[in-house]
């Protein structure tokens, strides 16, 4: 439910964007009478093939749904149902942006600048770890189940959040609610700080800055960096796993309305990352 929400809070499509995915969406064999302004979702099923996940056919070479999502998000849902090698198919488009279809005699690269987000189970039962839960798999099956995630794979997802069964069917009438369109404010909000932080380089959005800038003409004080070089020190994070993190802190910041980089959004970013905890 989460993730089908993504569409409604990210920004409407550029020109440039919805000429793009209206492109791709006639590639693939869509009808396309006008640009739709909101980013594609693609969730495929986790029987889907590596060629579903990244294009191919006969004679022709259509898009596949990594394709299909750029400018939007790609869901899989019980991501540790799909093979290791469709899972780690992903790898190369979530570090260039772009997915390469090579076939016999033909050719062809496509847009891949989208937001992924897996779920998952921790087993197959899905009761590994719950409180109460009484989990029938074997150590070798949990093993092999979340294996399938692989460790490169792992490196360039951002965000490793596991969240908690739900307990109550009823909603506190004092919690905060926060709707789509309240979510969508403050990306809006926070991707025009980012444009406006950007507008004398190349770049508009954290996401597009290379690490190389971010830890050298734009890296913040050293004590700000602290967590995150101590993280890479003992091994809890990779150069690359150091970048993404700052990129994620830089957008933590973002939303908060901070003009510069503070040690509580490196924190936040961190957290958010919790496989850096290790």
Known sequence: MLARRLPGILPPLDDAAALSVASIRSLSGDTVTRLSRTPPFESPHHGATAAALIGGGSGVVRPGAIARASDGVLFLDEGGEFPASVLDALRQPLESGVIQVHRSGVAATYPARFQLVIATTPCPCGQYGVAGGAC???????????????????????????????????????????????????????????????????????????????????????????????????????????????????????????????????????????????
Request: charged share 30%.
């Open 136 to 278: 029938e798999c074997a150590p070798q099956a949990i093993r092999r189940y979340t294996r399938r995630l692989s460790g490169p794979l792992l490196d360039r997802i951002d965000i490793d959040l596991r969240l908690q069964r739900v307990s109550s069917a009823r909603r506190d009438s004092d919690a905060r609610v926060v709707t789509t369109a309240d979510a969508r404010g403050m990306v809006i909000e926070a991707r025009g700080r980012s444009a406006r932080r950007w507008s004398a380089t190349p770049w508009r959005r954290n996401a597009d800055v290379p690490g190389t800038w971010l830890r050298g003409p734009a890296a913040p004080p050293a004590e700000v960096l602290r967590p995150l070089d101590a993280a890479l020190r003992r091994g809890a994070l990779t150069l690359r796993g150091y970048d993404r993190l700052l990129r994620v802190a830089w957008t933590v910041a973002d939303i908060a309305g901070h003009d510069h980089l503070q040690l509580d959004d490196v924190g936040r970013a961190l957290y958010l990352r919790q496989g850096a905890h290790a």
